[in-house]
T-cell receptor, first 114, second 114 residues
Framework: GAGVSQSPSNKVTEKGKDVELRCDPI?????LYWYRQSLGQGLEFLIY????????KSGLPSDRFSAERTGGSVSTLTIQRTQQEDSAVYLC????????????FGPGTRLLVL | GENVEQHPSTLSVQEGDSAVIKCTYS??????FPWYKQELGKRPQLIID?????GEKKDQRIAVTLNKTAKHFSLHITETQPEDSAVYFC?????????????FGKGTKLSVKP
């Protein structure tokens, strides 16, 4: 079946603009995660969804970052008033039912803030 | 919260040699430990994982060992090949509820020289 997909694959924006990043998890996966990976760095956890609720938002770096998930499927990560330090690859992952199971990653969205 | 340390940050081996990457974790409640391989420009992909009720797991040339007492786990790659060259990430998770998201190490860049 289809894997995790993300769009856009690349996004270039100007400082101060808002951006929306989209994640389509594997069909039937109820758990969804967002991570951020800066160039040459590890994966930084941002937020975790179980169904439509987000029991763990602890990784969101500031109140400019928000995420939602509707219908237990697609998720959108929104960054308001983007800053240059927001430039990174944003990775989405999903797992079948709950945390602690194998996470399957999407290809990521490469965000560049000029 | 959980903290995962990974060593070394870079590792260079000759083709055919073995490679070992080590990780330590801080949360004694963590019980799920996956390893991901990320090739340049690609998404992270799970290569092997281990749960806390098991001390060792092997899959062909790859093995993972876990020492719960010392809170460390290691990835062993034998008979390395050039296609093993990539960045490897370890991770730890409590495996349930709102604290089940993965906490990643900073990665090890493995280079296998032909």
């Amino acid at each position: 079946g289809a894997g995790v997909s993300q769009s856009p694959s690349n996004k270039v924006t100007e400082k101060g603009k808002d951006v929306e990043l989209r994640c389509d998890p594997i069909s039937g996966h109820t758990a969804l995660y967002w991570y951020r990976q800066s160039l040459g760095q590890g994966l930084e956890f941002l937020i975790y969804f179980q169904g439509n609720s987000a029991p763990d938002k602890s990784g969101l770096p500031s109140d400019r970052f928000s995420a939602e998930r509707t219908g237990g499927s697609v998720s959108t990560l929104t960054i308001q008033r983007t800053q240059q330090e927001d430039s990174a690859v944003y990775l989405c992952a999903s797992s079948l039912q709950r945390a602690g199971e194998t996470q399957y990653f999407g290809p990521g969205t490469r965000l560049l803030v000029l | 919260g959980e903290n995962v340390e990974q060593h070394p940050s870079t590792l260079s081996v000759q083709e055919g040699d073995s490679a070992v990457i080590k990780c330590t974790y801080s949360d004694s409640a963590s019980n799920y430990f996956p390893w991901y391989k990320q090739e340049l420009g690609k998404r992270p992909q799970l290569i092997i994982d281990i749960r806390s009720n098991v001390g060792e797991k092997k899959d062909q040339r790859i093995a993972v060992t876990l020492n719960k007492t010392a809170k460390h786990f290691s990835l062993h790659i034998t008979e390395t090949q050039p296609e093993d060259s990539a960045v490897y990430f370890c991770a730890a998770s409590r495996g349930r509820g709102s604290q089940g998201n993965l906490i990643f190490g900073k990665g090890t860049k493995l280079s296998v020289k032909p």
